[in-house]
DNA sequence: TCATATAGGGATAAATTATTCCCCTATTGT
DNA sequence: ACAATAGGGGAATAATTTATCCCTATATGA
């Protein structure tokens, strides 16, 4: 596991909800749960870009953070279930908000992302 | 300049917005920016933890995404002022979306985040 | 018997982001 | 002459985050 060198700050709320939501496929993890998808396999086919060991890793954090439970089923093959908790239900509505502007401005911020992106095989249709 | 290798997905409003805000500081230079401090020298006085460089990175990024615009007074020290645009005005609500859930968990997500931090030097006042 | 699906972990490499250090301009104050 | 302040940039390195690859286990279907 990875140790931190360098302290973070935790001095306001935005520091704070840096700390649980920072990362890159969390978000969407968090969704994603919302709307139902539950087992990981499940997960990992709605957001096939992320390797499976992050996701992983990042649901254990979003755990750690109480965010999200995790319920295992006794059975074979196994069976795992991942849960929004009453706290992770109350970011719900601030991921809407990030998304919903995110939507609302999409022409403009794909043309401003694209304008300044220096990498060379972007599918630009 | 940092050429990307891996080509971003824009593929939904969470991406987009991801593409905008995401890294460290950028949350806090649109916050203080609309909160009325202008200029590169306050800002930097405002985000201490942060280095001089990463700022100006990211005041850049800021702009190229149009979302804050920077005036240079042709004058003698130089005096540079920040603003943001009407576009950038339209995401400060959704900071203030992130920063209030921040806030009102402020205890608990505290909590959370120190039980699971495996550093050393934390100072849990 | 072999592939697939289920869930997950360790080790390592690569990508990305941020920090540190040192540099430049010009003016004002000591 | 020298330091401080204003704004900024290049290069190298450190820190952090993700990706890749290979491994475990059991059960079912071809």
């Known amino acids: ?67 999200v439970t995790r319920k295992i089923y006794p059975v074979v093959p196994p069976k795992v279930e991942y849960s929004l908790t009453e706290f992770g239900k109350t970011v719900i509505p601030v991921i809407a908000a990030l998304g919903q502007w995110g939507d609302e401005h999409e022409e403009r911020l794909r043309d401003v992302i694209l304008k300044h992106i220096v990498g060379s095989d972007l599918d630009i249709s």
Chains 1, 2 share one sequence.
């Not at 700050?9 to 994603?32: A, P, Q």
Request: charged share 30%; hydrophobic share 35%; with cysteine.
């Open 1 to 67: 596991m990875y140790e931190r060198k360098i302290t973070p700050n935790l001095n306001c709320g935005l520091d704070l909800i840096g700390e649980v939501l920072y990362g890159k496929w969390k978000i969407r993890l968090l969704w994603f749960i919302h709307t139902g998808h539950k087992r990981p396999s499940e997960l990992q086919r709605k957001i096939p870009d992320a390797s499976r060991r992050v996701l992983n890793i990042q649901l254990k954090e979003l755990e750690e953070h109480e965010l």
